[in-house]
């Protein structure tokens, strides 16, 4: 099954900052893939790459199986597109906006995208500068859904919106996956983003340690917070891979994988209390952000996660 996204160690700098570095990734079909990261983690970059909206300085591009960078125009095409901030004609109203960007689709758009604007309750002859930023959020939805793309790429699209807005957006994204196609999704709203991605991927700093399907992250990871005598006693060696390590004086908190509990109990034995918990989503993003900022961390996160050079792949469960 040919993914519908294929960056192909994609090296991308902006003059002395590189914002991807050697980034290898594969989206299959009808799969809600999250790309997750902190601001300048390299998210946008990589989605730009992908549209054919920045050149790459190394490695490979492609969309539905067309080249990134001699295919633009027509991956833009196929695509739905939301942005963080949309570019919508302010002065036209919800049901006109539709009818312009039928002119650019094959017959049966217009019908489409009158559907999705009701579905999302907006008023058809309200103008788009009366609406609040949550209805224009779902304007511009109903625009990038219209014409059935196979694949739907959102940068931050709740952003800003309120709880409810957030919710009804994030949960259209498993209709979406339900009919086959793809979601790209890069979002800072990790806790709602976990109720609808079937796979992660996760950027620091330009490099992707993580990619993976967001059931066998959680399966496999464990939080593991140990309480030492006092600061200068050294923490204990975890049995697992260790995907992040953070100290706090003499307690120690940890993310590992593929823990072997027996074996914590006898390492923790001489050196004080240890407790254990599943984490969610958000906890082994948070542990992998203050890994990031210690030295070494890109070699230890692609360790515990199975990546290398930045490499990784997922494939529907």
């Not at 989605?47 to 050149?55: D, H």
């Not at 992250?217 to 939080?223: A, C, G, P």
Request: charged share 25%.
């Amino acid at each position: 099954m040919s993914p519908v996204v294929h960056l192909d160690n994609v090296t991308k700098r902006y003059r002395n900052v590189t914002a991807l570095e050697n980034v290898s990734l594969k989206i299959p079909p009808g799969v809600v893939c999250a790309l997750l990261g902190a601001n300048g983690a390299g998210k946008t970059t990589a989605i730009r790459v992908l549209l054919g909206l920045e050149p790459v300085d190394s490695g490979t591009a492609s969309v539905l199986g067309i080249d990134s960078s001699t295919g633009g125009l027509e991956i833009r095409s196929r695509v739905g597109y939301v942005a963080e901030q949309p570019s919508l004609y302010d002065w036209m109203t919800v049901e006109e906006i539709g009818w312009f960007a039928a002119g650019f689709y094959p017959l049966g758009y217009a019908e489409a995208y009158d559907r999705y604007t009701r579905r999302f309750a907006l008023e058809a002859g309200k103008k788009v500068r009366e609406l609040s930023k949550g209805m224009r959020a779902k304007v511009a939805l109903s625009l990038a859904l219209a014409h059935s793309p196979d694949l739907l790429i959102l940068d931050e699209p709740t952003s800003g919106l309120d709880a409810l807005v957030r919710r009804e957006f994030l949960e259209s994204m498993v209709d979406v996956a339900a009919e086959g196609r793809s979601v790209l999704l890069s979002s800072h709203q990790v806790s709602e983003v976990e109720r609808v991605a079937d796979m992660v991927a996760i950027l620091l700093g330009g490099q992707l340690v993580c990619v993976e399907r967001l059931d066998e992250l959680k399966r496999t990871t464990r939080e593991v917070v140990v309480t030492l005598p006092d600061a200068s006693t050294a923490p204990p060696s975890m049995p697992g891979q260790v995907l992040a390590h953070v100290p706090f004086g003499h307690e120690h908190a940890w993310m590992v994988r593929d823990l072997d509990e027996a074996r914590l109990a006898e390492v923790c034995r001489d050196v004080g209390p240890f407790s254990v918990r599943t984490p969610g989503l958000e906890d082994i993003l948070l542990a992998l952000l203050r890994e990031y900022r210690t030295p070494g961390w890109a070699h230890r996160a692609k360790a515990a996660t199975g990546t290398t050079s930045g490499t990784a792949s997922a494939t529907p469960g």
